[in-house]
C-alpha cells in the first residue's frame, strides 16, 4: 500500500492557525492531531476572552467532544503539541509580542488563516478591521517566517454572491482597500453607516464585501511564497469524520433542526426546489490541509483558488429530505422538548412571517407567560423575534440559487494518490443527503442539544405524551372558535360546524 504523501508533507512540520477555536478551527486541529500525528506542533492564536486566559481557552478546547475518536487512538499527551499563543486579528501587528513573532518567524512551517467575523449584521468596521486587516496582518507575518512552505486562506464561496455562477478564479473589486480603509478609520460611525449600501454596491452585506478585498491581499503575496484560497459554501455538520454528523455550530441546517427538535421552531422559508449550496465540515479540513500539500509540492508562483462546494458536483434540493424532515425529528426526539415537534417549511418570506404571528409568536407569549409565573426566565418571544429579524437579512441567500463550478477541486481529487483519496476526501459526489441528515440530526441533538443517547428512549416516551397534548391542543383551540362563532353570530352549534374544517384547511396552509 502506497504513503499518504499529504501525511508525509505535514511530518516535523510547524503549523500557524487562525481561528483555531471556531467550528472550522476545531476541526482542523483535530484532523492534523488524528490524522498526522507526526506533526512537529501546531500553534493556534488566540485572546483571552471572558476573563479566561489562553491556557485556560487551549484546555477548554481539547475538552470538546470533537477530540474522542481522537484519544480512542491517542494518549492525551498528543495534546502537547498544541500550543496557545496570544494575539488578535484585529489589532495591530495580530496582538502577538515582538518574542513570540520573533519565534513565529523562524518556526512555522505553515500558515491556515480562518479567523473571520461571520455576522451578516455587522457594521463596516470590525469587518474591515478583522476580514480585510486581519487578512493583511496574517500576510504580513508569513513574508517575516523564514521556513515559510505555503499559506492557506479561507475564504466563502459567497464573495462572489453577485454572480449567480463563480468559477475558482480571483475577480476584480469595485472598490480600493486602501479607500476602505480611509474611510473606516476617518468617519464616524453614523456616516459610515449611511455609506455602506453605496461602498457595498452588488455585494449583500460587509461580510462578503470584506471577504472579496481579503482574497486581494492574499493574492499580493501569491509570487513570493505558494497561496491559496479555499472558498466554502455553507458549512455544515460532519460527513465522516471524526464522527458522522459532528457539530458545534447552530449556522445553517444544523441550527434550525436544534429548534425545531424542541418544537420551538416549527415554520421555516424554503425554497424547496431551489438547489442549496452545503458542504460536510470534514471535507471543508481536507481541502485546506490538502491545498497546503498541492500548492507546496507544485512550488505556484500565482494564486490557486479552490472552491468547497457541492453545487455542481452533487446538487442538495430540500426536497429530497423535506419528507423525511419530521421523521428524523420524531426517531431522534429531545427529552428536552417543550412542544411537539413539527416542522413546515414554505415558499416564501411573507407567508413565514404570517405564519409565524400564530404558530410562534402566539404561542411563545403564552409560554413566556407562564415561565414567568413559575420565577424562570422568558426566552421564546426573543429567540423568535432574532429569527424573525435574522430571516430578513438572509432572504437572498434563503431564495437565490448559486453555481460554484469546482473543477479544478475535482482535478486535485484525482491527482491524489489512493490512500490519500480516501484519507483527505475532498470528492463528495458519493454523499447520500438522505443518509446524510439522518447523522445531522443525530448530531444536533448530541453535540448541540447536549441530549446522550442514553435518553433516547425516554425522550421518545415524551414526544407521545407531546403528540397527545398536541392532539388535545388542536382539538380545543377549533372548539373555542366553534364556540366564539356560534355567539359571536347568534347561529346555533349545529348551524356553523362548518367553521371546524374551515378554519383547519385555511392553519394547515400557514
Known amino acids: 500500500m502506497k504513503e499518504s504523501e499529504v501525511q508525509n508533507f505535514y511530518k516535523n512540520k510547524n503549523v500557524f492557525i487562525t ?27 488566540m485572546r483571552p476572552k471572558k476573563g479566561k486566559q489562553i491556557e485556560e481557552r487551549l484546555k477548554e478546547l481539547t475538552d470538546n467532544a470533537v477530540f474522542e475518536t481522537l484519544l480512542q487512538q491517542s494518549s492525551p499527551d498528543i495534546f502537547r503539541k498544541l500550543h496557545a499563543i496570544a494575539g488578535d486579528v484585529g489589532e495591530e501587528n495580530l496582538g502577538i509580542s515582538p518574542e513570540n513573532r520573533a519565534f513565529l518567524a ?25 476580514n480585510l486587516l486581519g487578512t493583511r496582518r496574517v500576510m504580513q507575518l508569513c513574508r517575516e517566517m523564514q521556513h515559510l512552505k505555503c ?26 482597500a486602501e479607500k476602505i480603509i480611509d474611510l473606516v478609520n476617518s468617519l464616524k460611525d453614523d456616516a459610515l453607516e449611511q455609506l455602506t449600501d453605496k461602498l457595498l454596491k452588488d455585494h449583500p452585506n460587509t461580510y462578503t464585501f470584506t ?14 511564497f505558494p497561496c491559496g484560497i479555499v472558498r466554502p459554501s455553507m458549512i455544515t455538520g460532519a460527513w465522516k469524520e471524526p464522527v458522522p454528523g459532528w457539530t458545534i455550530s447552530k449556522n445553517g441546517p444544523q441550527g434550525f433542526l436544534m429548534g425545531a427538535s424542541k418544537g420551538v421552531i416549527r415554520r421555516l422559508p424554503v425554497g424547496t426546489e431551489l438547489i442549496y449550496d452545503y458542504i460536510p465540515v470534514d471535507t471543508v479540513v481536507n481541502q485546506i490541509l490538502v491545498t497546503a500539500f498541492h500548492i507546496h509540492r507544485n512550488s505556484f508562483k500565482e494564486l490557486s483558488i ?30 428536552s422538548a417543550v412542544w411537539y415537534p413539527h416542522l413546515k417549511f414554505l415558499p416564501s418570506l411573507w407567508l413565514y412571517k404570517l405564519s409565524a404571528i400564530i404558530v410562534h409568536f402566539m404561542p411563545a407569549y403564552c409560554l413566556d407567560f407562564i415561565t414567568r409565573i413559575f420565577g424562570g426566565r422568558p426566552i421564546l418571544v426573543r429567540l423568535h423575534t ?26 486535485v481529487s484525482r491527482q491524489l494518490n489512493p490512500v490519500d483519496r480516501e484519507m483527505f476526501k475532498i470528492d463528495i459526489s458519493d454523499l447520500k443527503w438522505p443518509e446524510y441528515f439522518v447523522w445531522l440530526a443525530q448530531g444536533v441533538r448530541r453535540y448541540l442539544n447536549n441530549e446522550h443517547p442514553k ?42 360546524i362548518f367553521v371546524v374544517p374551515v378554519v383547519y384547511f385555511l392553519l394547515s396552509l400557514l
Open 106 to 130: 523562524q518556526t512555522i512551517d505553515v500558515v491556515i488563516h480562518s479567523a473571520a467575523t461571520l455576522d451578516f449584521q455587522a457594521t463596516l468596521r470590525p469587518t474591515v478591521q478583522i
Open 306 to 335: 479552490f472552491h468547497c462546494t457541492s453545487s455542481t458536483c452533487n446538487p442538495f434540493r430540500w426536497d429530497s429530505v423535506k419528507d423525511q424532515v419530521n421523521d428524523y425529528l420524531h426517531k431522534y426526539p429531545l427529552k
Open 455 to 496: 435518553t433516547l428512549e425516554a425522550a421518545r416516551k415524551k414526544d407521545k405524551v407531546l403528540f397527545f397534548v398536541h392532539i388535545v391542543f388542536q382539538v380545543l383551540f377549533l372548539a373555542l372558535f366553534w364556540v366564539l362563532t356560534a355567539k359571536l353570530t347568534g347561529m346555533s352549534l349545529i348551524g356553523c
Open 151 to 176: 499559506m492557506v486562506h479561507v475564504s466563502s464561496a459567497y464573495v462572489n454572491s453577485y454572480l449567480k455562477e463563480a468559477d475558482e478564479k480571483l475577480y476584480p473589486v469595485h472598490e480600493d
Open 386 to 411: 432574532n429569527v424573525w429579524e435574522s430571516l430578513n437579512r438572509l432572504e437572498k441567500f434563503i431564495f437565490s440559487e448559486w453555481r460554484f463550478n469546482n473543477s479544478r477541486t475535482l482535478d
Open 211 to 224: 471577504k472579496h478585498l481579503a482574497e486581494h491581499e492574499v493574492n499580493k503575496c501569491a509570487a513570493i
Open 19 to 45: 481561528g483555531g477555536t471556531g467550528f472550522l478551527g476545531i476541526a482542523i486541529v483535530e484532523k492534523i492531531l488524528r490524522s498526522c500525528p507526526e506533526v512537529g506542533g501546531i500553534y493556534l492564536l
